[in-house]
Every structure is written in C-alpha cells, then in structure tokens.
C-alpha cells in the first residue's frame, strides 16, 4: 500500500528518467542503454549522474546511493565487489557466506536476513520494502510482476515501489525466464552498470583485469578440445535417493553457467535428454557420463557457514552408489561426482568457483579440488591471488 505517515518522497538520491522507465516500459532517449559502456556521466549544473540499464532504463542520481537492497545473490556479489558492503540491507535469494569468507567479507545467514519473499505465505512482502527504505534496489522491474510466483502482486504494485520507495535497477541476467524477451547481460556487463550507479569505474576494472588474467591463464592450460571430458550436469534439486535427475546443458545463458562455458565445458547429455526435463537411473546410464556435476551443489547442502561435503555424498553421491543401476555409472566407480558452481554468483565467487570447477576436470593440471576444505585451497594450487580480490573491494 502506498505510504500514509508522511514518509512518502521521491527518494533525495534520484529522479526517474520517467515513470515508464521504472519498468521498462520505455527505454527510449537513454543513450546508454544499448551499448557497451557503464552509463551515463556527471552533468555539471547539479553534480548529478545517470545510470542506465535494460530493462530499467535510466535512472538519475543527485548522489551515489548509501543503501541498497537485492534478491539475486549475484547482484549482491556485484555491489561488494564495488566495495558497497556497508549499505547491503537484505537479499531473497544470498550466496553463503562462507564463500565471501577468503576476502574477508562478513555476510550473515540468509535466515538472519529480513525476508522480503515470503513464498509459504504467497510471495512478496510490499511492507519490508516500505520498511527497509533502501536508496535503490537492484532487482529485474519484471522479477517482481513477471515471474508469476505471486498471483496478487501486478504491474501496478511494482510501479508503486519504484515510486514511492525506490528505483529499481537490474537486469535478470542469471538465466533466461519467460518474461526476459529483452537483453540479458553477461556477468561484467551487468556489473559494469552497476559501477556506473555506485561510481566505481575504478573497481570495476580492476575486477575485469583480475577476470580476463584469469581466463587467459586457464585458457592457455585447458587440453586440446579432444581431450576434454563431457560432463554430466544435473540440478541440485535432482534427488538420487528417488532416482530423480534434472539434465541440464553446461552453455545455458546467463551468468549461473559462466564457469560452465568459460572452461568450454563439453554437455554429456543429448538435447532431448534436455527438453525432456528429467530422467531417471537408466537414462544417466544410457549417457554414462564421465563426470557428474551437481550444479548449485556447493552451496545446497549444510548451512550457510560451511560446504558440508558428507552431507554432499549424503544427498548425492551415496544413494547413487547403492542404487543398483546408479552404481554402474563410470562418474560414481571413479568417484567423480562433484559439487558444481552455486548458480548466483557475482565477479568476486566467479573467481572462486571457476577455479574450482577447473580443479574438478582437471586435476593434474589445476590441482586436485579438496571439498572437505573448501573454501580454502592450497598456495600452489591457486589461480588469483585472495588479497588482491580483498585489497581491490577495500580500495587499496
């Protein structure tokens, strides 16, 4: 509901290039919103800055926003990589923190977290956003009407939000949903408009420095294409103990699969396989992949402190292994069922969990990955170097 204690303002710290834009209605005379670069410079008359992203729009700026709230993680990881952390208000769906804990960045549970999604209870909570009071909020306009999770909450309910509350600045770039008819950035270009938002030019491209040093080094030590394994990828919501798996492809769009396509990971599974949506025992067997990779499973077992990795063989490994037809899989008799990338993931976890993943297909090369110290890996078997990833989120 529209607020009626006299705290309703449009927000000190911007003005909408227009209603529409605030959902993306029209994007039309935002200069950036199609190109490459961050968007927007400082004018002169007012010191103010405009930020522009699809399908947002842009949005002008009279100062650099103090508070932000997110539902995706990944936008979350982008605005610490900014050096943002103190404005951080509340996420719907937060990476663990134990991921964030070799750069020394303290993020709390999700259930210490003010909940802004209640899906028990039928969806989005408009009075957390009233209560929070974020100066912006990165999040797709879409996400809130477009997904469909929540049959009472409209159009009408996100435009009042981005005027009553704050704007809303995102893009639902962690995988194509059925309302995404419209640019989906990859990983650095939503995070290079997110720099022009927080005006953090700086970090940011010392963040895709360290990025593309980093690909360059795994790229020029990946096997000829003929010797790289294919892999099996199946959701972290497959359930083994049921005979359950969720096929997935390893070159899906959207910064979720990034360290997939990055290392030019090879799918195991047959497109069919795919649209079918799940398969069964037999089915994994008729593919026999030789690597099986639980994609979210980094992050899906355990709490929010720690990778578990017996609860990992728990849930996954061992129920395939006793499983009559499971336990003929090559993947399960040479132990080569792993925990795959926890799907949001900003500049700062990518890092992590690309090293990770090459570790996994690649151990003589890379180094073999350890999940029962994850996340701490060895010196030598490190690709970027952690106080580097902290000197760059603290501005040294």
């Not at 993306?24 to 010191?47: F, I, N, Q, R, Y």
């Not at 993020?107 to 999604?117: G, N, R, S």
């Amino acid at each position: 509901m529209p607020r009626t204690d006299g705290r309703q303002r449009v927000n000190r710290r911007r003005v909408l290039a227009s209603a529409s834009a605030a959902l993306g209605g029209a994007v039309a005379g935002c200069s950036d919103l199609m190109g490459a670069g961050g968007g927007g410079t400082p004018t002169e008359s007012k010191g103010s800055y405009e930020a522009c992203i699809v399908p947002s729009g842009c949005v002008s700026f009279e100062e650099v926003p103090e508070t932000w709230m997110v539902y995706n993680g990944g936008w979350a990881d982008m605005a610490f990589a900014l050096g943002q952390r103190d404005g951080f208000l509340t996420a719907g769906n937060m990476i663990p923190g134990f991921f964030f804990e070799p750069f020394g960045l303290d993020v709390p549970p999700q259930d210490e977290l003010t909940a802004f999604a209640n899906w028990d209870a039928g969806g989005w909570d408009k009075e957390v956003f009233y209560e929070l009071d974020p100066d912006v909020i990165l999040m797709d306009p879409n996400y809130l009407h477009g997904t469909g999770w929540d049959d009472d909450w409209d159009e009408d309910d996100t435009e009042e939000i981005a005027e009553n509350v704050a704007p809303l600045f995102g893009n639902n770039c962690r995988r194509r949903r059925k309302f995404h008819d419209y640019k989906l950035y990859s990983l650095y270009g939503a995070f290079e408009k997110l720099a022009t938002l927080f005006q953090e030019r700086e970090r940011y491209e010392a963040f895709a420095t360290l990025h593309d040093e980093v690909q360059s080094e795994i790229q020029s030590r990946l096997p000829p294409e003929s010797e790289r394994p294919e892999v099996g990828l199946v959701n972290g919501g497959s359930e083994p103990a049921k005979g359950k798996f969720y096929p997935l492809h390893t070159q899906g769009e959207g910064y979720e699969m990034k360290p997939y396509r990055d290392l030019d990971v090879a799918s195991a599974f047959p497109a069919e396989m795919e649209e079918q949506g799940t398969t069964d025992y037999e089915g994994l067997l008729d593919v026999d992949p030789e690597i099986i990779l639980v994609h979210w499973g980094i992050g899906t077992t355990g709490d929010t402190s720690s990778f578990s990795a017996s609860a990992f063989r728990e849930q996954y490994v061992d129920p395939m292994a006793t499983d009559s037809v499971g336990s003929e899989l090559t993947a399960v008799q040479e132990r080569n069922v792993y925990p795959g990338p926890y799907g949001e993931q900003g500049p700062i976890v990518n890092l992590l969990q690309t090293e990770m993943l090459a570790q996994q297909l690649y151990p003589d090369e890379f180094g073999e990955f350890d999940p029962e110290r994850f996340p701490e890996v060895p010196a030598e078997n490190q690709l970027f170097d952690r106080q580097r990833v902290r000197d760059i989120v603290d501005g040294v």
